[in-house]
């Protein structure tokens, strides 16, 4: 059996059966999952998936940098330029390395989506490799495991898309043409025309000028470039921003001050610290537009994207090589709350992969701020131990009304479930195990097990 | 049952049995305070508590912060210029978001004394917010409930209160004269003459020097009036000083220069960097006198205070907005320790709200230097999984008897019996474990309790 | 009973029984040691040790400190210039403050020593010192106490030295003069020849081109001489380098800046950030010569050696007072990794002190980048608590196969199949934990343990 009834339910017996019931109470829940990666393609277009090794290998980052990690070129997998692979190939290679990710989140996903999603109920080995292979392509030509019928299937009530501030919606736009009902939002992310080391960042920053119709030239017309797109994206049904940043860094310098830093970056010509510094102000800002418009803010901070030269120059972005470091809150963040982070407009949701900062800063914040919110375990950290790790950490100076809910934050479609399964798993587990010691009573866990399953999420996301 | 007798044991059976076992030998035995924030006129007047409002919510920076993080306005609370609040309403308010607290160490406390101080057996809930005022106003009433019986039905066999340099010790000449054989003692906490940044810093000074009949207009002056008020804490019972600092920075210059920058100082003309170093310097003058003098000397190092601008300005200091920052100790306490870290009259207990230097810093450090304690851990971290957590990190490297033992750092008087029986169990769970898994023997264990329970503050502040 | 059969297993029964299972399948699996600071004389010579103090307390940096951070003078343990204490009376001292050692690995590795390389079943106490000291004694004069006869009793397979580059390796050559065919092989180890701030850095220089015939005086010389010293120690059986650096600083500077820092440092003319520049190069430039003739490269940065300027200047060297400081590799690893981190000749196995790195960034570099893996957990986290946070915490992230195994770094000889049993142990229980939670199968976990006790060590070091 590939998935155990009881998978990470504590070993304790009596703990383990009141996980037990705690989880058989959100299992079935809808799925609410307000930030995440998917392609708007799919919800738009409804394509077929190629084959196993395009739905399950190539594009997961996760798979794609263990597999690496252990001596696997990225051409065997298929990546680099004019590379061809055949996905059989690359699907017998993964199986090979299969036993790689034993005691990794990624095994559970994967199992997860074979057994439940595909009804494959053998690990994957080298021996059954073509079998699984074959299995699974069949049903990928069946119409109900296109996107949409798996977004049925899952229970999904809502999903969010991470979208460039340049882009056009229109898979969203098509989404609501096709009178399907399943509603995917999209999530406003200006990375791209707030960061000048971006590439491409005064094309971009132009670009948005003229989506927005405003001259870009000055500073209040590159702000007022900002409020039209975001009035769009919410048009479109989003209800948040989400910030990518090296550090969690903000300013609040006086008007003038900005607008000649702004012209120096416009200008290209804005040293390392003068960027940061844009970066820093630029959070500040879309703190008030959020203010303001009411659009929840997501700050993602403390990654360093594409650590290797080699593998950034020769296989691009997103190929397994970012790696955290560390952050810290307290300072850079204060800027941005003298500003606004009394505001009651304000929805600031924080996100680290430095778990250092929970205990010591962001339960701290978020126990404080009534415009900030912990986001939930990120990345490396949305698994087993890493929730774990999160909720004994934050709770206790936190408690559960400060943090997020959930979020899956994923590109690989068939994890949805997986990890929303994962997550209800632990937090019954954590919530079993403050009954069990006699800090949290049952009726109370029972309330608020739900709310870790989809209701903080939703209420967090403005859904 | 608001308080079940099993509650922070583990779940697993028979490492229950012996945590219980543990436990009863302790459960019962007096409570060491030897820092703590109780006001010192409660010792001394023996007033009556106005109102459960204003002993449970109003200076409760927990409840506080809670509260504000959810949305609930200060004014709600009748904290702000001018504010005046109905007590039934705040505690209506409290009760309103009694749930926030689920998970936090917060709800142990107060249900702790609600159950155990007062006698109410139902939790805290918007149905029996009024009954529960009236029931805790009647007791309030009651000789039986001022601090002074309350001090005696707790079983405290002595507690300290901080007070500034500048502080008189009325109150506590005011215990001694009472005849009243409680024995409360005072602190030295000369913050507000040593940090630059401190409000009226001059004026504190000059104070010292008034106070002492010392020249503070010299070096040696003003380091001499140190050493006066401390012997005057000393004659008060004083047995510790408390330096709360921003980082634990330490330095140790030639005395020209620290005359020198003393002069800056005091004149006002220091830069933050100046003041920085003064800072460090004052710590390891102090830890020189302690030296000689035998008092204990804590560190308490890291809190960003009153970290939003708007509320320390609309609503000043301690309303919840302290947050940690990360520190670092290994360098920084260099200086000091090189000037006397190996003399044998040192003590030096130092506190932290960065929890990863405990094994990467606090540890080894306390596991080396003769002159150097573990405090126990600290506000945020005064609660089950920061006690377990501590208790897992510094133990290997560190023993049981190169720690401080538990103090409750508390202005919250009822929480004090709520507060110890934490740490007792924890510690009791902690110590369970161990001879569960075998490395320790079960008497070891017994032998080990009453020193976490009270033995090691005792001996460790000299009490 | 001194040592308990199920010592350091999970409480929970159901548990338990597994990790028994898993744990008796590799507790008598050959020692695979390869990284470790035993005296090379033991192996060659094979002389008798004198006495139980100088076996089991004096050279013990673990022992020392504990007993010197509460008061024990380094005197009274025979440290000191001219200092000369009756080891009879260091080892009554030693028992009488052996209750310090509760709850840390050293009791561990002392009780098991005392009970399974002696026979003593009787906990060391005040009491019973003299007799042990007696029995003790009479068994060091017995040749199956001699270090080949413990060496074959251990069931050690392979044990590696640590060796300066100055080293002639004298007493490796007589082990293969011997005839005994026990395996010790050394590891390359340059501190003292790349950090311009050891004692004694261009002597040592100097002396490392005389035996390396090379012309020291220019940087290609250096380098020459390196690779020369390199091969020589392969040639003596090393299968590695280690390099303990202050941080993990590394540079990759073009070869004219290169000759110049070197010309500088050489001189004696480089400043405090030349000097790290210089260690940071050398870092780059130990991993290409890594990557060409395959010996494993380790890096153990985060120390602050001789933390007392006191104890070092009195006492010297390793008595305990190195303490571990913040690092941080993900930016500092970057020269380093661009210049040979996707070389598949090169592997580097990176430890740390600083736990927070464990899942910010270690895992996450290891799990990317082909060339690195994860060392076991070091010096004060080579402990119970210790090893599970490193599995906790390495694992999902990094899987297993990119850690590198168990090493005892020790150079008290007792200790060692006391530290192999005790990672044995605590991995037996992590692999069961896995399984009760059903994230393992359980015939994954009983292939995992003998990787975890000894093969994966033997691969990564090419042994």
Known sequence: MLLHPDRLLPADPDTRALARRLFADVAHLPIVSP????????????PAFANPAELFVTPDHYVVRMLVSQGVSYEALGIGAGCEADPRAIWRCFAEHYHLFRGTPSRLW??????????????????NADDHYHAISERLADPAYRPRALFERFGIEVIATTDTALDDLAWHKAVRASGWNGRVVPTYRPDSVVDPDFEGFRGNVERLGELAGCDIGTWQGYLE??????????????TATDHGHPTPLTADLPEAEISALYQRVLGGRANAGEAELFRAQMLTEMARLSAQDGLVMQLHAGS???????????????????????????????PLLDAVGMDPGLRLILFTLDESVYTRELAPLAGAYPSLLLGPPWWFHDSFEGIRRYRDSVTETAGFMNTAGFNDDTRALCSIPARHDVSRRVDSAFLAGLVMTHRLDEDEAFEIAPLLAGGLARSAYRL
Request: charged content about 25%; proline content about 5%; overall charge positive.
């Open 35 to 46: 930030h995440g990666h998917t392609d708007p393609r799919w919800w738009g277009e409804n």
């Open 110 to 127: 994967i199992d997860h989506a074979l057994s439940e999603v595909f009804g494959l109920d053998a690990r994957l080995s080298p021996a």
């Open 225 to 238: 470039a900002h409020g039209r797109r975001r009035d769009f994206f919410r048009s479109m049904g989003a």
């Open 304 to 334: 360093f994207r594409n650590h290797s030269a080699h593998v950034f120059g020769t296989y691009g972005r997103d190929r397994g090589f970012d790696i955290p470091q560390p952050v810290s809150f307290t300072a850079a963040l204060k």
